[in-house]
């Protein structure tokens, strides 16, 4: 199945060329993107509500540090506040980014 190199998006067999990014699509992903999509997240830091989850995650992406948010079941729930006491929400990164990521988030959370 055809892949797009840039946006990994995967297209039906035919198709030479990504709709959206205008690139060459290919059949194999190079094996150092293949690599990058298998390298384990850890956790980096819970934090106390979804509000510093995104805001962390902003200041993570602006440094080139791929990031993603994970929220307690309850606080997912559109019953409870994003704020509420208990709410919980936990930045992960990718391990060979979790030290300059843990740099950035006791920076940020030194001000809060």
């Known amino acids: 199945m055809p892949i797009c190199p840039s946006c ?5 067999e035919g ?3 990504c709709s959206d990014c205008g690139v060459k699509l290919v059949d194999h992903l190079p094996r150092k993107i ?3 999509l298998n390298e ?3 956790p980096l830091h819970t934090l106390p509500g979804q509000v ?14 791929p990031c993603m948010i994970k929220t307690d079941v309850l606080s997912s729930s559109l019953l409870v506040a994003a704020n509420a006491p208990g709410n919980e929400s936990r930045i992960f990164v990718k391990k060979r980014d979790q030290k ?3 740099e950035i988030l006791h920076t940020m959370m030194d001000h809060i």
């Open 15 to 17: 198709i030479e060329t």
């Open 34 to 36: 293949e690599q990058e």
């Open 52 to 65: 510093y989850a995104e805001m962390v995650k902003e200041a993570l992406e602006q440094a080139g540090i």
């Open 40 to 42: 384990e997240f850890v």
């Open 8 to 12: 990994l998006y995967e297209y039906q």
């Open 100 to 102: 300059q990521a843990q």
